[in-house]
């Protein structure tokens, strides 16, 4: 299954790898699928996987330094992940720039939900 948005343009595919575009452009295409592979979804679910891992640190960050300085702290990372991702010269840049992001919001996703059920 190919996804929507960056990661499904044809010039993203070929840049990220030419071994996966060959094999895209090869495959039979079906109804329910046009390409799977286990590599490139793994790619693109990376910020979701990161987030994951941040949303479950929080708690502890916000517990030690409080949640200005946690919040702060997930800007800075997007601040960082987000031009590496747009820059892209390499997958290892593209990895870690999806990863600094997918931290970043997972930490702001775990400041909003406190200020959430503040405000319930």
């Known amino acids: 299954m190919i996804p929507r948005g960056v990661l499904g343009m044809d010039v993203f595919r070929h840049k990220l790898s030419r071994k ?3 094999k895209q ?8 699928c046009v390409y799977t592979n286990v590599k490139f979804t793994l790619f693109a679910s990376l910020i979701q ?23 702060i702290s997930g800007l800075a ?13 390499n997958i290892s840049v593209g990895v870690v720039g999806m990863l600094l992001n997918g931290f970043g919001v997972g930490l702001i996703h775990r400041h909003l ?7 319930a």
Do not use: C, D, H
């Open 113 to 119: 939900l406190y200020k959430r059920r503040a405000q």
């Open 25 to 32: 452009l090869e495959a039979k295409k079906t109804a329910f």
């Open 20 to 22: 996966i575009y060959r």
């Open 49 to 71: 996987l990161s987030a994951i891992g941040a949303v479950l640190s929080a708690l502890k960050l916000n517990t030690l330094w409080g949640r200005r300085p946690v919040l």
């Open 77 to 89: 990372l997007m601040f960082v992940g987000v031009p590496l991702i747009t820059w892209f010269p």
